[in-house]
């Protein structure tokens, strides 16, 4: 069983930046699509960004341009800029692997806190 492993959470100002790290277990990275997902309280999950194993990335409205998804195939790690926070960027921040090649699938991180202050 795929386990994924998130670091870089933590309290920021607003305006500032931080950066999330997730590195799933096992040697299979190179073929997962992987996204990033936010739940603040009160709301439901919702998607921040997804990068497919080939490199292509989509953003949701409210992080264009002030988020960035990438991944190293070769430290086996996929990551999360954040930038530009604001105080409604505060959520658990969870890492999520919906793809292993063909099949579909849906994996979940511990989730890591980000909290942007005013």
């Known amino acids: 069983q795929v386990q994924l492993v998130e670091s870089g959470g933590g309290l920021v100002q607003a305006g500032g930046s931080l950066r999330l790290s997730c590195a799933p277990s096992?040697?299979?990275?190179?073929?997962?699509?992987m996204g990033w997902y936010r739940q603040a309280p009160g709301k439901q999950r919702e998607l921040v960004a997804a990068?497919?194993?080939?490199?292509?990335?989509n953003y949701a409205d409210s992080v264009k341009g002030r988020f960035t998804i990438s991944r190293d195939n070769s430290k086996k790690t996929v990551y999360l800029q954040l930038s530009g926070l604001k105080p409604e960027d505060t959520a658990v921040y969870y890492c999520?692997?919906?793809?292993?090649?063909?099949?579909?699938?849906?994996?979940w991180g511990q989730g890591t806190q980000v909290t942007v202050s005013s």
């Open positions: 990068i497919t194993r080939g490199g292509s990335t």
């Open positions: 999520n692997v919906n793809r292993i090649e063909y099949v579909t699938t849906q994996i």
């Open positions: 096992g040697s299979i990275f190179d073929f997962m699509d």
